[in-house]
Nanobody, 121 residues
């Protein structure tokens, strides 16, 4: 069983930055960040394999977002820079016990409650 608590969402102007945090209890192979905008499918944004440190990003955020972890705090972060209005969405942290998990929603069995990110132009 893995429990996840997100924090760090908010409103920012285009070009600004936000850092999302996901505190996890329990053991997971991978932690991912997903987002869902109104009327759209939930999409994988970034993923980190906890033991190996491997990271994966969707093309639209590569070079702007960074996923990292702090093992002492059991927390995974998503640093989001150069934010664009199209990044506006509810962001969810998710955990997977599947070794091959990347950005597919079906790979994740544990989800946080979500945190809203709004980017204005």
């Amino acid at each position: 069983q893995v429990q996840l608590v997100e924090s760090g969402g908010g409103s920012v102007q285009a070009g600004g930055s936000l850092r999302l945090s996901c505190e996890a209890s329990g053991t997971a192979y991978a932690v991912g960040w997903f987002r869902q905008a109104p009327g759209k499918e939930r999409e994988g944004v970034a993923c980190r394999h906890i033991r190996l440190g491997s990271t994966f990003y969707t093309d639209s955020v590569r070079g702007r977002f960074t996923i990292s972890q702090d093992n002492a705090k059991n927390t995974v972060y998503l640093q989001m820079n150069s934010l664009k209005p199209e990044d506006t969405a509810m962001y969810y942290c998710a955990a997977s016990t599947y070794w091959g998990a990347r950005l597919a929603r079906a790979d994740y069995g544990y989800w946080g409650q979500g945190t809203q990110v709004t980017v204005s132009s």
